[in-house]
């Protein structure tokens, strides 16, 4: 396209647009309330968009749900067809009861801005009701819950703390999680986003990411990571059970004596650190592209062997099981400090 008709057609739109009006604005104002009667094994399904989620738990046998929608809209032109303003559906179908967040729609010739600055869903619920939340940007916030959490996010950040009921399943993108005082069961995958573990106890721990980093502090239980380019961080680990796999994240394991223990640790390129509890008894196997590349600081070794990419052997008495695997990367095993 020639600088001559580029010129006419962005002085055409500026005619359109001057022919269409002035800017209009407007702000919305949306407040919902409605309360739903449950018993034992009841659920709530909430689908929230890009709102914010709090569920707060109370003794009334009684979902009680309050959302706010606040907005500025600012537009100039001419609007296609009619507005769809925000809206929730509520409904409760069995045991069951849901809220549909439906956010506002316009299709329009001109300049057309929507600026939310306030979308909230406050929720009071017995905590022994199953949670199914179905979200976009909004973030979610959960305390002291007893039952099943099943959540679905895109961007929005995930906080957890007291959780102790049932089996917790997250799906997210963008976003952070965040969980404290968690048992049970967990299952966790995200891409970018990173993770924080503290004070958990879990029977089946289950958590991925790609880019995103996985740290762990203060907790026991069995655990199943993984992470590409992320790093796996867990400090005062009490672990029955680890798996751990890295492509090209780092991998940093502070083990404490406990259980008998039974990890298995692989990455690409990442370098692996484990520090161990001076009481804590291992067998250990290392191999790596060069057995040069492996560390072992730790006084009470019995029947160490070393081969060309190997070493292995038992640290006091040996009653639980270490084995790394690495391509690239560095091994370090040291007593912790």
């Keep these: 396209m020639t600088k001559k008709a580029l010129a006419v ?10 022919s269409l009006g002035p800017l209009a604005a407007e702000e919305v104002k949306k407040d919902f309330h409605q309360s739903f009667d449950v018993t034992e094994g009841a659920s709530l399904s909430l689908r929230f968009g890009d709102g914010d989620v709090k569920l707060i738990p109370w003794e009334k046998n009684v979902i009680d749900v309050n959302v706010r929608y606040r907005a500025d809209i600012s537009h100039v032109g001419i609007r296609l067809g009619k507005k769809k303003d925000f ?8 045991g069951t009861v849901y809220v549909i967040g439906k956010e506002p729609s316009s299709a ?19 905590n022994y009701v199953t949670l199914e939340l179905d979200g976009d940007d909004g973030n979610v916030e959960i305390e002291n819950w007893a039952a099943g959490i099943d959540c679905r996010i895109d961007d929005g950040d995930i906080h957890l703390r007291n959780i102790t009921g049932g089996k917790t399943q997250i799906r997210g993108e963008d976003g952070n999680v965040e969980i404290a005082q968690f048992s049970g069961d967990l299952n966790i995958e995200v891409d970018d986003g990173e993770v924080n573990l503290t004070e958990c106890d879990l029977k089946d721990g289950r958590v991925g990411s790609k880019d995103g980093n ?16 992320g790093d796996i961080v867990m400090k005062k680990i009490e672990a029955r059970g680890l798996i751990v796999r890295t492509a090209d994240g780092d991998v ?36 790596a592209d060069d057995a040069d590349s492996i560390r072992i600081e730790v006084d009470n070794i ?9 070493k292995s052997g038992s640290i006091n008495g040996g009653s639980g099981r270490l084995k790394i695997q690495t391509a690239g990367g560095d091994v370090l095993i040291r007593e912790r400090l």
């Design 9 to 18: 057609t962005a002085f055409s739109f500026l005619v359109l647009f001057t």
């Design 252 to 287: 940093d394991i502070d083990l404490l004596a406990g259980e008998t223990l039974d990890v298995d640790i692989e990455t690409d390129d990442g370098d692996i650190n484990i520090d161990l509890e001076k009481t804590l008894s291992v067998s250990f196997y290392v191999s």
């Design 87 to 94: 809206d929730v559906e509520f409904r409760q179908t069995a």
């Design 108 to 126: 329009s010739i001109g300049f057309y801005n929507e600026r939310v600055y306030e979308y909230l869903y406050e929720i009071h619920s017995p």
């Design 302 to 310: 019995q029947n160490l062997k070393k081969d060309e990419h190997s």
């Design 214 to 229: 996985i740290t762990i502090s203060q907790s026991k239980g069995s655990y199943d990571l993984s992470a590409d380019d």
